[in-house]
């Protein structure tokens, strides 16, 4: 390892930019900036990992050996477990949560989701039974 240096997770959190990628991997910290554009799934893989526990991303994948072998050079220390949240909320920008409304307007989705389709089929059978010609 590089260095055996403590990081806090707000300060790791920080790091969430293409020129500045630093991610938590099995409790030690990765500086992955260098390796953006040779990642094979591309920068945006790495960087939708940022700002959280990226081990079950990274395990779910299912890395090769040779990957799980370059890990080694972009170690520059670990995270202080105590400051990683054990759950993380995901808010979308520009939203700031939901709300009542909301969950009404998705209830209503949903209700047109299923009639509409009906009305569509219904309107199709009755049209087909009127026409036809006997």
């Given amino acids: 390892m590089a260095s055996s240096k403590v990081y806090l997770f707000d300060e790791i959190a920080k790091h969430n930019k293409t020129n500045d990628c630093w991610l938590i991997i099995s409790g030690k910290v990765y500086d992955v900036t260098s390796f953006m554009d040779d990642h094979p799934g591309g920068g945006e ?19 090769s050996d040779d990957a799980r072998g370059m890990m080694g050079k972009y170690v520059i220390g670990e995270v ?16 700031g949560g939901t709300s009542s409304k909301d969950d009404k ?4 989705i949903k209700i047109l989701q299923l009639i509409v389709p009906l009305l569509i089929l219904g309107l199709a ?3 087909r039974t009127y026409t036809k010609k006997e």
């Fill in 45 to 63: 893989v790495l960087l939708s990992s940022t700002g959280k526990d990226a081990t079950n991303d990274f395990e779910d994948v299912g890395h």
């Fill in 80 to 95: 202080d477990i105590t400051t990683v949240p054990t759950k993380r909320l995901y808010v979308a920008p520009g939203l």
């Fill in 105 to 108: 307007s998705e209830f209503l």
């Fill in 125 to 127: 059978l009755a049209a």
